[in-house]
């Protein structure tokens, strides 16, 4: 397992469409395990293959609490099949876009249908935090952050602060 490093916005790999699956190897599941371990040091509830770097429609997450057994759940080509008409709203962050948090209202439950590491394909009725974690990650792999379902102003705003952030970095 190794840490890879976390792409923060703008950077243009995370409004990237990511590519299917084909198969599951040993660089898929490589991928996988650093994903994990990249999601529990930063930590993180979620990750997208994405955020690090690789254009590949692969999820992790595990919602459980430090003081719990790890839940770990890897989702390979997930998608939403079906979704609630009601809706719940959580307060949203990124890994990405650090230390900015925003309420964001979602279907408050969906079926996702995704392979596991194994190549077995489920369905899943999901619902509460996971099922806002689920589709907060599987936009991820359309290229779409949360930021985006917010008042242009707020968006602007955000946009602008690591705009100039990455600006900064460039200079040294
Ligand atoms: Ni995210």
Redesign the pocket.
């Known amino acids: 397992m190794a840490l890879r490093p976390i792409l923060i916005i703008p950077e243009p790999r995370l409004r990237q469409l990511c590519a299917p699956v084909t198969g599951i190897d040993a660089e898929t599941r490589k991928l996988v395990s650093d994903m994990f371990e990249t999601m529990y040091d930063a930590p ?1 509830i ?3 293959a994405p ?1 690090v770097g690789v254009l590949r429609r692969v999820v992790t997450i595990d919602l459980s609490r430090e003081d719990e057994p790890r839940q770990p759940l890897a989702m390979i080509n997930p998608e939403i099949i079906a979704a609630s008409e009601e809706r719940s709203i959580y307060s ?6 650090p230390d900015y948090y925003e309420e964001v209202e979602r279907p408050a439950e969906v079926t996702v249908r995704y392979m596991t590491l194994e190549g077995k394909t489920v369905e899943q009725h999901v619902s509460g935090l996971l099922s806002t974690c689920v589709q ?2 599987i ?2 792999l359309n290229g779409v ?2 930021i985006d379902y917010l008042s242009k102003l707020k968006r602007d705003r955000v946009n602008k602060k690591f705009a100039k952030a990455a600006r900064r970095e460039d200079v040294g």
């Open positions: 993180g979620g990750l997208a955020q949203e962050g990124c890994l990405s876009i907060h990650e936009d991820h952050l949360f």
